[in-house]
């Protein structure tokens, strides 16, 4: 199956209507997906000063902040705001210096819901945006619904290992024999946009395949809670403590390899979509 289908893919136009982003010039530092002590992040940080603007018109349902009499206990969000926007879907702007919009009912596209700042868990100036879908009951990917940030570079892909079922972990940049059996594959990954030396970010996709045959997929894509926990879509749905149990490296799939010489690829893509920008390694292996 196409694993496409098992998502309703959001696109730059969302219910009618077409989002960007709240600060043009603030750099991603961190974002959707990326492992945060070993558990990942739902939504993007930023690093900047000015204006945070609304992605969309939206009516304001929540607002808070450090300076509110009922914030009696620091609250990782800092100030913040959250705007419904009509079919399900909610942004919400947090960590900001100071929010706008206590006194508003609606705002309009890329009118000021605060500015960037230093509030919550954040230690340098800038804001957090995350997006959930009241609908599906899921933290969605900014990247999936907002047009795609400037990015020319493809991920880096720093190592891939196997784990066995007797949970000894193989290198693959040392190892080219393995037994026969049921592996799970982790990798290390990270991402850059323009800049080399910048802020390392998370990857949107991890494919591997075995002999050109798809064999296991890790979408950072959303995050859905179900029965109280978070989890992730890999080949079907799984926790996320399981996928980030060797952060900030992730368990990409879980795989048998067959006796005999068997070529296994990672491919590892970023938001763009583009073949450019995605970055592939693929290693010989003989299972004996």
Known sequence: MNKWLLFPLFFVSVGGFT???????????????????????????????????????????????VNMPA??????LGNMAALDHGDGLVSIYSRMGASYTERQKQVKAAGPVGSAGISGWSSTSGFYLSIFDKKERRWVNPSLIIPVLPDTRPPFIHSVR??????EIIDLATVRTIRQGSYTIIVHTEDTRLNPAGPLLMPMRIICSIDGAEAGYLAFE????????????????????EVYSYAPAVEAGEVFFNRGR?????????????????????????VE
């Open 19 to 65: 989002v960007d982003w709240p600060l043009k010039s603030a750099v991603m530092i961190n974002n959707f997906g990326k492992s945060d002590r070993g558990l990942p992040m739902l939504g993007d940080t930023f690093q900047g000063d000015g204006i945070v603007g609304a992605i969309e018109d939206g009516e304001l349902v929540f607002t808070g902040g």
């Open 71 to 76: 914030a009696r206990f620091t609250s990782p």
């Open 162 to 167: 196997l784990k066995n079922n007797a949970g």
């Open 222 to 241: 959303t995050f859905s809670a179900r029965d109280g926990v978070l989890m992730l879509f890999r080949n079907g749905f799984v926790p996320v403590s």
């Open 262 to 286: 068997v070529t296994l690829e990672i491919i590892v893509q970023d938001s763009t979509e583009s073949r450019a920008n995605s970055r592939s390694a693929v290693y010989s292996l003989f």
